[in-house]
């Protein structure tokens, strides 16, 4: 059964469409939109993703598609029929193409398209029971493969764009480690000459003052 | 025109005109004209003579008007050299009002008017009369006869008996010698036309000395012998010119308001002993136009929003906490978020993209037109808080040399004071909501029987084409009796299904969706439920209503979503959960300390389930319909706290009523709303808004949840001081409004204002906005009623208005010993009006019996939301009178409507009169109005239609009753917030024309009750006593 449904753009991650709320036995719908947004952001910052992927996370999967920069969504249960809910997010596509395709790339504003929501439930309505005939007839047709898609799970994806980011935060701290490693050397170089030549420096110095006062008493 | 009554007297300098126009020719408008008189210029007012005590009214027969106007010129050739007749108006606003009713007398004076230009301005008058203040020039310059006078009689029963300077004027051309001895002699030249001269003295005397009481001053000679007049209450008019204390930003007003009348003042003190309590009941100030919005501030601050959206009650801010105790009158705002522009103006659009919303870091004030940059552009300062922000790069651009961005007139942002903003992301918790209603209707037999049902069907059927957020819109009902009756709408459905749930206790649904439905799927489905819902129960007898119940149901059902929830009660609720009892008949609470709880909700359940309401974004609205008690003070409260409005027909009849609850409940759900909204107003350091007043959710301390908010609702707010602003020049207001439009964006609404911070109380009484000091104070007053007796909310009204007028006198009373008289600053001479108005308003007027509960507590919830003007409106309602109005042509019937003062004295008995509260339209019927005319209007003869109440006001087919009804569109026009039900009623029709008529005619006496003109007295008396 589709829980949740989001439709945005993989450019800058700004959401487009989202499914009525009407998740009314579900509490923690907002930690999973949460993770959804997450998901999204991490899609903008050009971690390159299979175009399609299920991502499993606690009880539910995330299924998306991206096509023509959008990125389509959904939360369903683990029970749900790949096959289906991938066939719904085409449904969406198809349609949402159809209607926004031109408007998506100058959409300015957050859920420039809410008004796709009113479709986005009636799709889901159709694909909620898996049992009808329509959906047995889905299920059975053979040319909708789904069985390459990858599968991973959510810690290990949103994982992945941590992992980059430590990645790169430690090696921008190499760099400034490497600056001030060398500015210090420098600095060092800097004493252990002065360390070197001082005493015989002041020796000399002291002989030329001596012989200068010599020359000025006498 | 009124002959002046006898023993008006002048208010001190000519300025204090009360009363514009509505008194008529002869005596007041000197008055009225008085205002442009202080102007340069403006020497007009002259040309009316008011009375002197004594003197028998004026002349006014046309043979005076002629010297007069003849003589004038003659005065007035003598000093002026070129005629430009207009120029020398320039600076002060023509003359108005005053002029136009302004009796015969003025016509010549009109003709004289060029010449009379240049006296105003003209200084050398002045020289003559050393004595006088230089302010008073002009006047001095204007009676041309004058020279006359001063060697004439010199009090005013002289006038009357000594002519004979007056006579003088045939040789006009030299009399002024006299007078004029220290008159520039050589501009003498032109001697007017002089008709003949009659010795019309006196109305002409009187007219001239009466007008202006500086006369004396002027002269002199006079001014011993006029001990009845107050001496001039102006002091040296330096005193006046260094008021205008606007040490802050730019003083636009400054210059202007320097040289005008500071204060007004109403002689009240009568001759000992005299029975005639020595007020003109005729010159007393009315708001006869209405509401005035402070155009001047929006001039002067032309970077504000504009005030239709954001008023103060003064626009100055104190400087100190002492000037705040001294001030008296609430420190606050009235805020219309929404307000519908008159021209249809749109608020500019604001999309940031990228750079996200630009706001200040510590404060989070949006960027508006008052912040300044600096650094090249690089930062801003906020104008709130002062701290530096950045600006990001995409919102980079230079500087000119003024420091201003190059791209200020670009950006509305940047040049205008309202602006709306694309919210990006961080501003939404959930994707924007589609617009949502649901409808809960009562449907037992009371209900039935009204043919309540019907109407509300066959509305919400007519509006389903308009709801708002198509193609987005939800829609559902549920109807309840004893038990609760849901319905699916499932698309699939060709006819709706009704489920019944008896269980009051665990309310549950009986199905987990198709309640509330996308209307464009189901819209055959929910038109076939409308057809068949007044069928279907049409023979229900139950007359139980279980609305608790039914609210948690709805509850849970559009918790989800939110939007609106419309409850239609035509009974008290009497089962489950929430149950109310009959409590508004008892008697005995009233006038004790128990008599507030009547107006309380009784049962907390109406709080809590309002609360949840809120938090789930539901925005509640009440329409009750019972013609026995049904508890609105419980009810409302749902209303009041989730942003609604309660809306309350009393005695619902279909027949009667059925248009107006038509009307509104389409209005309500067509209007513009904004949806899932919270409100917060942010204002400069140093001052804070402390309480809030109207309807809505209060969620932290200042920030304002409103479900739904439309432009039918305002809010107001309170100020306090938290610190001496003493380097402050101007304190910033920022009202912010973020919401979803129907459309599905979401928005923030920025409106801005700033406020000269000043050290002067005169500058702040100056500044003062009556409009917005009535809303505010008639909202805290309808709070206060809610935990106190009327009786002593009216005590503290009348004592706040006391206060504040004492303190004014504190101000000028020693400066310019005005012993006996009433004074008043001119921004605020309509407020001692409203204040009784508010006394006697239908939320807290008498007792009892005055008013019954319901009506009480619903008048009281339409006064916390309705906008200052509507509000004005609603407690001093517009009178006019239309028999004559009928025979006019339909087209010029708008110009003709003038009101008039709500007082049985204006009522003829051969007239009709209309009168308009912004609810409902009273047409009074003359007891000596042709028969004829009254059979045109009505459709029927009154003798066969004895009872006037159910009678309904049709367009009939003759001349009267077009131009009747078109008078009735053209009023309707002007507001389309309410649809006002005209109901009709015959003098001397009782008990019907007390409650209707005479208790909405505030300046008269009812039962316990002050009349206007004994209201000023007592507040005299009560200003004078220390």
């Known amino acids: ?218 | 025109m009124h002959p002046p009554t006898g023993n008006e007297r002048l208010p001190g300098r000519p300025v204090s005109g009360f009363v514009p126009g509505s008194a008529a020719a002869a005596g007041p408008p000197p008055f009225a004209a008085g205002a442009p008189l202080m102007r340069p210029g403006a020497a007009a007012p002259f040309a009316p003579p008011t009375q002197q005590p004594g003197v028998p009214p004026p002349l006014a027969g046309a043979s005076p008007a002629a010297p007069f106007g003849a003589a004038p010129p003659a005065a007035m050739g003598g000093y002026r050299g070129p005629p430009p007749p207009q120029g020398p108006f320039g600076t002060g606003p023509p003359p108005q009002g005053p002029f136009a009713t302004a009796s015969p007398p003025q016509g010549p004076f009109a003709t004289a008017s060029p010449p009379q230009g240049p006296f105003a301005k003209a200084p050398p008058p002045q020289g003559p009369f050393a004595a006088a203040p230089p302010s008073q020039g002009p006047f001095a310059a204007g009676p041309p006869s004058q020279g006359p006078f001063a060697a004439g009689p010199p009090s005013q029963g002289p006038f009357a008996t000594a002519p004979p300077p007056f006579r003088h004027p045939p040789s006009l051309g030299q009399p002024q010698s006299p007078t004029g001895s220290g008159m520039p002699a050589p501009t003498y030249v032109r001697p007017p036309p002089v008709q003949s001269q009659p010795p019309p003295v006196q109305g002409y005397y009187p007219g001239v000395p009466s007008s202006n009481p500086q006369f004396p001053m002027s002269r002199p000679a006079y001014q011993p012998p006029m001990q009845t007049m107050p001496p001039p209450p102006m002091g040296p008019p330096s005193s006046y010119s260094n008021q205008p204390a606007y040490p802050t930003s730019g003083p636009p007003m400054g210059t202007l308001q320097s040289l005008v009348e500071d204060f007004q003042s109403l002689s009240v003190s009568s001759a000992p002993g005299s029975l005639d309590p020595g007020v003109d009941v005729k010159g007393l100030p009315r708001p006869l136009d209405g509401d005035e919005e402070p155009a001047k501030v929006f001039e002067a601050y032309p970077l504000n929003c504009h005030p239709r959206y954001f008023r103060l009650t003064t626009h100055t801010i104190p400087a100190s906490q002492s000037l705040v105790s001294r001030w008296h009158l609430p420190l606050g705002a009235v805020v219309h978020p929404l307000a519908e522009s008159p021209d249809g103006e749109e608020v500019p659009v604001v999309n940031f993209g990228s750079a996200g919303v630009i706001r200040c870091r510590r404060c989070r004030t949006y960027i508006n037109p008052y912040a300044t940059f600096a650094d090249a552009g690089r930062k801003w300062r906020c104008n709130l808080c002062t701290l530096l922000n950045d600006v990001p790069g995409e919102y980079f651009c230079a500087l000119d040399a003024s420091g201003r961005r190059y791209d200020t007139d670009q950006r509305p942002e940047l040049s205008k004071g309202t602006v709306e903003f694309v919210a990006p992301t961080e501003y939404m918790v959930r994707p924007p909501m589609p617009p949502s209603y649901f409808f809960l209707i009562d449907v037992s037999v009371s209900a039935v029987r009204s043919g309540l049902l019907e109407v509300v069907a066959k509305t919400i059927k007519s509006c389903l084409d308009d709801l708002l957020g198509f193609p987005r819109t939800q829609i559902g009902f549920l109807t309840f009796d004893s038990t609760l009756h849901f319905h699916n709408f499932k698309s699939s459905l060709s006819q709706p299904q009704m489920m019944v749930v008896a269980d009051l206790d665990d309310v549950f649904l009986p199905l987990p969706d198709d309640l509330l439905v996308n209307l464009v799927d189901s819209r055959h489905v929910v038109e076939s439920f409308l057809d068949s819902l007044p069928n279907m129960f049409h023979d229900n007898v139950n007359v139980e209503s279980a609305l608790g119940p039914a609210l948690k149901a709805a509850f849970m059902v559009m918790g989800q979503i939110g939007g609106k929830l419309l409850v239609f009660q035509s009974t008290l609720p009497s089962l489950g959960i929430g149950r109310l009892r009959l409590r508004g008949d008892d008697v005995r609470a009233y006038g004790t300390d128990k008599e507030h709880i009547l107006r309380v909700p009784e049962d907390p359940f109406y709080k809590q389930m309002a609360a949840e309401f809120t938090k789930n974004q539901i925005a509640v609205d009440i329409f009750s319909f019972s013609d026995k008690y049904c508890d609105i003070a419980s009810l409302g409260s749902l209303a009041k706290y989730t942003g609604g409005q309660v809306y309350h027909y009393p005695s619902f009849q279909a027949t009667t009523h059925g248009e107006k609850l038509k009307h509104e409940l389409s209005r309500d759900l067509t209007r513009e709303t904004a949806w899932e909204s919270v409100m917060r107003i942010r204002c400069g350091k140093g001052v804070r808004f402390t309480t809030y007043h109207g309807h809505f959710m209060l969620r932290s301390t200042d920030l304002l949840a409103l479900p739904a908010v439309d432009s039918d609702k305002a809010f107001a707010m309170q100020l306090s001081l938290e610190e001496t602003l003493m380097t402050t020049q101007a304190v910033y207001f920022q009202v912010a409004l973020l919401y979803t439009s129907s459309s599905g964006e979401r928005r923030i609404r920025v409106h801005t204002a700033a406020a000269p911070v000043v050290t002067d109380l005169s500058e702040m009484y100056r500044q003062a906005d009556t409009g917005a000091i009535v809303s505010l104070l008639a909202r805290i007053a309808v709070e206060n009623s809610l935990s106190d007796k009327l009786d002593s909310v009216r005590q503290q009204l009348q004592l706040k208005l006391v206060r504040s007028l004492k303190e004014y006198r504190n101000l000028y009373v020693v400066q310019h010993r005005i012993g006996g008289r009433l004074i008043y600053p001119e921004s605020l001479r309509y407020l001692p009006l409203y204040i009784l108005a508010i006394c006697k308003s239908l939320a807290l007027r008498g007792g009892y019996a005055d008013v019954s509960l319901d009506e009480r507590c619903a008048a009281g919830f339409s006064m916390m939301i309705l906008p200052a003007r509507r509000l004005l409106n609603f407690i001093y309602p517009s009178l006019y009178r239309l028999d004559e109005v009928l025979t006019m042509e339909p087209g010029r019937i708008d110009g003709s409507l003038k009101r008039l003062p709500l007082t049985l004295q204006c009522l003829d008995t051969a007239g009709l009169y209309l009168l308009d509260d912004g609810f409902t339209f009273l047409v009074w019927l003359g007891r000596m109005l042709p028969p004829e005319l009254v059979n045109d209007i009505l459709g029927v003869s009154l003798a066969n239609f004895p009872d006037l109440s159910k009678i309904q006001l049709r367009e009939c087919n003759n001349y009267h009753s077009r131009n009747f009804m078109t008078v009735l569109r053209t009023l309707r026009e002007k507001d389309f917030s309410c649809y006002q039900l005209p109901r009709v009623v015959r003098q001397g029709e009782q008990p019907r024309e007390g409650f209707l008529l005479l208790s909405n005619l505030v300046e008269d006496q009812m039962a316990g009750t002050s009349s206007y003109m004994d209201w000023i007295l007592q507040i005299h008396r009560q200003t004078q006593s220390s």
């Open chain 1, 1 to 218: 059964m589709v829980k949740l449904t989001m439709i945005a753009r993989v450019t800058d991650g700004l959401p487009l469409a989202e499914g009525l709320d009407d998740g009314r036995d579900q509490k923690d719908s907002d930690f999973y939109k949460q993770q959804a947004k997450l998901l999204f952001k991490n899609l903008s910052n050009g971690h390159h993703e299979a175009s399609r992927m299920s991502i499993e996370t606690g009880p539910y999967f995330f299924h998306y598609i991206i096509e023509g920069r959008v990125c389509y969504l959904t939360m369903c249960d683990r029970s749900y029929p790949k096959k289906l809910a991938f066939q719904y997010l085409e449904d969406l596509k198809n349609e949402f193409e159809r209607v926004n395709g031109s408007q998506i790339e100058t959409a300015a504003r957050p859920y420039a398209f809410i008004k796709f929501d009113t479709f986005i439930q009636k799709t889901k309505k159709l694909y909620l029971d898996t049992r009808t005939q329509r959906n047995l007839a889905k299920l059975n047709d053979e040319l909708y493969e789904v069985h390459q898609i990858m599968t991973r799970n959510v810690k290990e994806v949103l994982g992945v764009g941590e992992k980059l980011d430590q990645v790169s935060e430690m090696s921008s701290r190499l760099t400034s480690d490497t600056r001030i490693y060398a500015d210090k050397a420098k600095d060092l170089n800097r004493q252990a000459f002065i360390r070197k030549y001082a005493p015989v420096a002041i020796v000399i110095g002291v002989v030329i003052m001596l012989f200068w006062a010599k020359n000025k008493i006498w």
